[in-house]
């Protein structure tokens, strides 16, 4: 997950002669990885890493090998993820989503600005969970919300660098040549970018694989579904961060974001419960600090969650 370019020295310089669609495929997770924490988003890191395949197979013919096909890849889909962070059409905004709610109904607070609008995405999509332990965790740690949240705040270049440094763990000369500049750019960028980061808010959590935390989310979802609001508060701690209050309902668990998650299904008539949220679920310290809601039931599938839960 974190080797650099110069680590695959296996790897093949050019697809001639081998199964050039299978070559191009076996980045494919690695890459959604990269575009997920560039874009914030996995719809649209799904479609920066198809274009960028699309772009790859139309010119593979004029694929010289003087890089690796990985580094040759990376370098078109940061093109791909710089193109579509200066485009003026990106993904809709919450409130387009869905119908429009009278005010009347409704508390406003001041307008988020474009980087709060982070979508989850599951560790399965851009982690290869089978891997070695250690770069599991650290991979589930680059894919934290707050940490993707924080490389939006990163001009575009800064952010390639910083991801490709200290994600992935090329090196600079690595870095330069795919972004066509300097070592010493890239170092000015990475210097930048660090101090951007270094200034903002952060919290270590919990790791997953914690018994502690097994058994804090075993009694958070039996707090959830009998709708226990005292048995949930008494799991949070007092400057928890809520993004929407919890609703009635079912929990399926799934690995989100490198941290505990739940797919949460609210009754729709008896003894059906459909889509309603991605929650993810943030621990440090035994207790619960952070409780995500993402009002997006078109991501369902993309956890492998199923369409609906019948009595």
């Not at 695959?8 to 001639?16: H, I, M, N, Q, T």
């Not at 575009?35 to 694929?63: H, P």
């Not at 040759?72 to 119908?99: F, H, K, T």
């Not at 010493?184 to 919990?206: F, I, K, Y």
């Amino acid at each position: 997950m974190s080797s650099s370019p110069r680590a695959l020295e296996g790897e093949a310089r050019s697809p001639v002669g081998t199964d050039v669609e299978r070559a191009l495929e076996s980045h494919r997770r690695e890459l959604i990885g990269y575009c997920y924490r560039m874009l914030a988003a996995g719809s649209e890191a799904e479609d920066a890493v198809q274009e960028t395949m699309v772009r790859a197979w139309a010119s593979i013919d004029r694929f010289e090998g003087r890089s690796t096909l990985r580094t040759w890849l990376y370098s078109i889909a940061n093109n791909v993820c710089v193109d579509m962070l200066r485009s003026p059409q990106r993904r809709a905004r919450p409130m387009e989503m869905g119908p429009s709610t009278a005010t009347a109904e409704v508390v406003l607070g001041e307008q988020l600005p474009e980087h709060m609008y982070v979508q989850p995405i599951s560790d399965e999509r851009v982690i290869d969970l089978e891997g070695d332990p250690a770069e599991v965790a650290a991979a589930r740690e680059s894919i934290r919300l707050a940490f993707v949240a924080a490389l939006q705040h990163l001009p575009p270049r800064q952010r390639s660098v910083l991801i490709l440094r200290e994600v992935l763990q090329w090196q600079a000369s690595e870095v330069a040549e795919l972004l066509d500049t300097t070592v010493a750019s890239v170092n000015s960028a990475l210097q930048r970018a660090r101090a951007t980061l270094a200034a903002m808010p952060g919290e270590v959590l919990d790791p997953t694989v914690d018994p502690e935390q097994k058994a804090l989310l075993a009694r958070y979802v039996d707090a959830f579904e009998r709708y226990d609001i005292q048995a949930l508060v008494g799991l949070l701690r007092d400057d928890v961060v809520l993004s929407m209050p919890p609703w009635d309902g079912r929990l399926l668990p799934i690995n989100v974001n490198g941290t505990a998650g739940f797919g949460n299904y609210h009754l729709v008539r008896p003894g059906l419960w459909e889509p309603w949220a991605i929650q993810v679920i943030e621990v440090a310290g035994g207790r619960i600090v952070g409780h995500h809601n993402f009002l997006s039931p078109e991501l369902f599938a993309e956890f492998g969650l199923p369409e609906r839960i019948e009595a």
